[in-house]
């Protein structure tokens, strides 16, 4: 769907993103993640022909976007970080005139922004854009992005700065536009959504890639596996003890083993067994560091 290939977009003596190549799958949501100034909102204008790379090329639906930028656009969805609305305009009105600037016949703007707004759960047709909350004002914005029905979403922060219940009901959102056969660009402060809603996951540090794979891959090459055994017993052991119970930890496979066999020889209580995972926010912060 999008091919990046050797990107590079410079400032005058300022390397924004540096040689950068990455691929969007058809059909899969592909998070890109980085501190300020990684280069991921400027990653995410190239994509969608606002700027231009200084070098490498980048291709939507298999097309140049240098040569074919104004027909890709058509099928694409662009929500930037910050996106004010027309303030004196109501949602309805806000949402005619961005139909009229896609040429939708009346009929079918109707049909889609009804849809929209029912699906985004936005009931304050006619109330005007100014007035709304920024959770509110947010979904509007979505909205528009999705007016003309695109089949590619290009989405810079979709959920900043707003409260949990907003925010998560935008994720998850992004995930049944995904099972509708949408394709979806995201950039994410917040790590939990991404490892949550993201199919793969794109870390970009002072404008290179470092790394772009599924959550599972990225776990085995970058993460750690921690076992966690909670057992009673009679006899005094050493071993970390909470709550009545002894708990024992470790990354090693073969020293559960042997605890549990252990723990079955000598008639011991088997409490809990369990298996921790690094978290996306811990493979990120170790990322960072280095």
Not at 134 to 141: I, L, P, Q
Not at 257 to 262: F, I, M, Q, V, Y
Request: aromatic share 8%.
């Amino acid at each position: 769907m999008i091919k990046l290939t050797g990107v590079t977009k410079s400032y005058k003596d300022f390397e924004a993103v540096k040689d950068l190549s990455l691929e969007v799958r058809d059909g899969e949501i592909l998070g890109i993640i980085g501190h300020n100034g990684a280069g991921k909102s400027t990653t995410l204008k190239m994509m969608v022909g606002l700027i231009s790379p200084t070098s490498g090329t980048v291709e939507v639906m298999g097309r140049d976007m240098a040569r074919d930028g104004t027909y890709v656009k058509r099928f694409l969805g662009y929500l930037p970080e910050e996106s004010p609305l027309y303030e004196n305009m109501t949602v309805n009105e806000y949402l005619r005139f961005f139909s009229e600037l896609y040429d939708m016949p009346p009929a079918k703007a109707k049909e889609r922004i009804d849809l929209l707004l029912d699906s985004l759960k936005l009931p304050e047709r006619n109330k005007l854009t100014g007035e709304l909350s920024k959770g509110m004002k947010r979904k509007v914005a979505i909205a528009r992005a999705l007016l003309h029905d695109p089949k590619l979403l290009v989405l810079d922060e979709p959920s900043s700065g707003l409260d949990p219940l907003t925010s998560f009901f935008i994720v998850d959102y992004m995930r049944r536009l995904r099972n509708e056969g949408k394709t979806i660009v995201l950039s994410a402060h917040n790590l939990f959504h991404v490892e949550y809603v993201c199919d793969r996951v794109a870390i970009m540090k002072n404008g290179r890639l470092v790394v772009c794979d599924t959550m599972e891959n990225i776990r085995k090459d970058l993460g750690k596996r921690e076992y966690e055994v909670k057992f009673m017993s009679d006899q005094r052991l050493d071993y970390d003890k909470k709550d009545g119970n002894y708990i024992y930890r470790t990354a090693d496979v073969g020293e559960i083993a042997s605890l549990l066999r252990n723990i079955s020889e000598n008639n011991w209580a088997l409490v809990d067994m369990s298996m921790k995972e690094s978290a996306l926010e811990d493979i990120y912060v170790k990322l960072m560091a280095e």
